[in-house]
């Protein structure tokens, strides 16, 4: 809608992850270098955490882009169920199929296939996002997946990300033999003001915009109010390109933005953190919280929607594969009934066809052999002289 108003060829703060306009801060290249370090030494677990919005999921996008030629990658995204179904889904993710409950079964089968793999020169990479939901039990089986190695490598990858209550959770004592097995483990920070600055910048220019589309006290109040989050800024900026459209503006200043924030459009934005009087007059902090707590389950309402979403889709497509597995076999058998008839009906008629003809058996003497047969007779010149 203001993209040609702004000189804008695409939208440039949409939420949706894009690895394609990925912006490294200081912070995110030294995540990006981390976590293919882990990978390239295989060092087993890649912890990765970060507060929501912080770009975690963009930036593990950003590097199977990168890597995805070198290796099998397995991405799960619904971490919402137990420990039961953790094999069989890894298993779907890398399109093996699975006809089997046991779980050691399960294993089984994902160690032949992680085994052919390693023979072909292949890394094989599982990556599980929003891992702080996994039950204690799932953490526990993800850990015995380090089992699965040879005598000196091993043959899967495990990058966890989630939320910082997964780290929490991992410094447990009950959780001492998996924290044991994280080689690398990063926590990805929000922005500064440099960096929010550097990344509005960025974003517009990547759209075909010019760089100070947006003035300097806008974004310094942009990142005052989003805390340096880079979903949180998306949905400011976003918001301020919208007021910026309708009020006829060519550039973004402070105005257009507090603005926005008077409105309480975007809900991710916190209150004034400048103003300790206003601070002090509305009880900021406690907005802050509850804002903060707001959106958590509004993130947490998504995510599990996407789950129940991807268990539906798993499970129908797991019945069709068993369905097309039984017409398979119906037709199979079908064509050796038709087969098995066809060559009963031809053996038939071939026997009848060959009754009238005589045996070997039967057949008469030669003709060669009547006429010519006195000649080694004894007594054929006897005969002949009478």
């Not at 770009?55 to 995204?77: C, H, P, W």
């Not at 949905?235 to 503006?249: F, I, P, R, S």
């Not at 933005?257 to 002090?280: G, I, R, T, W, Y």
């Not at 309402?301 to 789950?307: E, F, P």
């Amino acid at each position: 809608m203001y993209a040609s108003h702004f000189g804008l060829t695409a939208k440039p703060f949409s939420i949706v992850p894009n690895p394609d306009i990925l912006f490294l801060s200081e912070n995110h290249q030294n995540t990006l270098t981390m976590l293919e370090y882990g990978l390239s030494e295989r060092t087993g677990f890649v912890l990765l955490t970060g507060e929501i919005g912080t770009g975690k999921t963009t930036l593990i996008r950003y590097m199977l882009n990168e890597m995805v030629s070198q290796m099998d990658v397995a991405v799960i995204f619904n971490t919402n169920f137990d420990s039961d179904q953790l094999y069989r889904m890894i298993l779907s993710e890398f399109d093996i199929p699975c006809d089997v409950t046991e779980k050691d079964r399960q294993m089984e089968m994902l160690f032949r296939f992680l085994i052919d793999r390693y023979a072909q020169g292949l890394q094989t990479l599982l990556v599980i996002d929003e891992a702080q939901h996994l039950p204690d039990e799932t953490l526990e089986d993800i850990r015995m997946l380090t089992n699965l190695q040879t005598d000196d490598q091993l043959l899967l990858q495990i990058i966890l990300v989630g939320q910082p209550e997964l780290r929490t959770r991992l410094e447990a004592p009950k959780f001492k033999q998996l924290a044991q097995r994280i080689g690398v483990n990063y926590h990805l920070d929000p922005f500064d003001r440099e960096q929010t600055d550097n990344y509005i910048n960025h974003r517009v220019t990547a759209a075909g915009g010019r760089a100070d589309l947006f003035s300097p006290e806008a974004i310094e109040l942009i990142h005052d109010h989003s805390g340096g989050i880079p979903r949180t800024i998306n949905l400011l900026c976003d918001a301020v390109l919208v007021y910026g459209y309708a009020d006829g503006l060519k550039r973004i200043d402070r105005d257009a933005v507090e603005k926005v924030l008077a409105d309480k459009v975007c809900l991710a934005a916190s209150s004034s953190q400048k103003n300790p009087h206003a601070a002090e007059a509305t009880g900021a902090n406690g907005d802050i919280h509850e804002v903060n707590r707001r959106l958590a389950v509004v993130e947490k309402t998504l995510v599990d929607l996407g789950h129940r979403f991807e268990a539906i889709h798993r499970e129908i497509k797991c019945e069709m594969y068993v369905k097309y597995q039984e017409m398979l076999t119906a037709e199979r058998e079908r064509f050796r009934q038709i087969v098995e008839n066809t060559d009963n009906s031809l053996s038939k008629q071939t026997g009848e066809d060959e009754q009238p003809f005589p045996r070997p058996s039967d057949t008469p003497p030669s003709p060669a052999r009547i006429s010519f047969s006195w000649l080694f007779s004894p007594f054929s010149w006897i005969k002949a002289k009478k």
